[in-house]
């Protein structure tokens, strides 16, 4: 199973960036995805994640209405689109696949495989 991140990059505050994550090795229908996110220093955090039928998504407090997940199961990849970012929206950005189909989980735990992550830098 693979999971390549990709789109990271430098942007001012207050722009725009889309992450793209591409997955192969697994049934990408089967899973919900999840984005997360680890600044310097700081444990690994929920942003978002999305059902495995794109149906549900659920949101960080810190970025609602700021960015926005979608899915492609035809293409095998999620997106989380990233706008009016801010400076502590910094950090490396992961994405991972949980087998749980119920419901979108925000714990680490629940989520079997990981990419190897992309650097998101916002300046101010």
């Known amino acids: 199973v693979q999971l390549q991140a990709f789109g990271g990059g430098l942007v001012q505050a207050g722009g725009s960036l889309r992450l793209s994550c591409a997955a192969s090795?697994?049934?990408?229908?089967?899973?919900?995805m999840g984005w997360f996110r680890q600044a310097p220093g700081k444990d690994r955090e929920f942003v978002g994640g999305i059902s495995w039928s794109g149906g549900s998504t659920l949101y960080a407090d810190s970025v609602k209405g700021r960015f926005t997940i979608s899915r492609d199961n035809a293409k095998n990849t999620v997106y989380l689109q990233m706008n009016s970012l801010k400076p502590q929206d910094t950090a490396v950005y992961y994405c991972?696949?949980?087998?749980?189909?119920?419901?979108?989980?925000?714990?680490?735990?629940?989520?079997?495989?990981w990419g190897q992550g992309t650097l998101v830098t916002v300046s101010s």
């Open positions: 991972a696949a949980s087998p749980k189909r119920w419901f979108v989980d925000v714990t680490t735990p629940a989520y079997d495989y």
């Open positions: 090795g697994l049934t990408f229908s089967s899973y919900n």
